[in-house]
């Protein structure tokens, strides 16, 4: 899927990225050292945490595509890593659980 697509699914907004960043699947989490541990490459991470340190763990990871819940903004310095890495960003005013529901046609991300 998408991150223009996701971005529709949320009902929310391409903040970052060209919109043909591609997920596979999902993982929701705030802890990002849970997130380092558990999340799989090439997917969409669901969470709150609008800071650069959501980036370096998506690029460790491989996940192509973050989305911020309840409309937290992105902070100029998130948006610009988020550019140099190529990892889309989508906001949404949904809770992380709304997404979760929302994404519910991508499985769940395993290691």
Not at 23 to 31: F, K, N, W
Not at 59 to 79: E, K, N, Q, S
């Amino acid at each position: 899927m998408t991150a223009k697509e996701i971005a529709e699914k949320v009902g929310g907004s391409l903040a970052v990225g060209v919109g043909d960043e591609e997920a596979q699947c999902v993982y929701v989490g705030d802890l990002l050292s849970d997130v380092m541990g558990h999340a799989a490459e090439d997917c969409v991470l669901v969470t709150i945490q609008n800071h650069l340190n959501t980036l370096a763990v998506c690029t460790l990871v491989g996940c192509r595509v973050v989305v911020l819940c309840h409309g937290r903004p992105v902070p100029p310095d998130m948006a610009e890593g988020a550019k140099r890495e190529e990892v889309a960003i989508v906001v949404t005013a949904l809770s992380q659980y709304e997404v979760a529901l929302a994404l519910a046609s991508l499985p769940p991300a395993k290691k």
